[in-house]
């Protein structure tokens, strides 16, 4: 049975960090193209960030050297570092296969919510 498991959100002043976490149940998560993904009030589920087995990363305009992803397959796991962060960050993370077109629909986790607010 496959899950996704995300953590680590809360209330940060703008100029502040986070680090999600997203524990999965391993096979193809461990394995393919991993990304996290963020959905504000009225707007679709973006991509912010994405990393391959072998460790490339890519991340959207809006959070390029801002935000760091990482995994750990051995532990099942893969992090979000957010760093300066903004109001404009303000929305639920999830984590899933990347890109969007590859998404385990019925995976989809509870997400974390992040606000960023002063």
């Known amino acids: 049975q496959v899950h996704l ?10 100029g502040g960090s986070l680090r999600l976490s997203c524990a999965h149940s391993g096979g193809v998560f461990s394995i393919y193209v991993m990304g996290w993904y963020r959905q504000a009030p009225g707007k679709q589920r973006e991509l912010v960030a994405g990393i391959t087995k072998g460790g490339t990363t890519n991340y959207a305009d809006s959070v390029k050297g801002r935000f760091t992803i990482s995994r750990d397959d051995a532990k099942n796991s893969v992090y979000l570092q957010m760093d300066n962060l903004k109001p404009e960050d303000t929305a639920v993370y999830y984590c899933n296969l990347a890109p969007i077109t590859t998404v385990l629909d019925h995976a989809w986790g509870q997400g974390t919510q992040v606000t960023v607010s002063s």
């Not at 498991?5 to 703008?14: C, I, R, W, Y």
């Open 5 to 14: 498991v995300e953590s680590g959100g809360g209330l940060v002043q703008p």
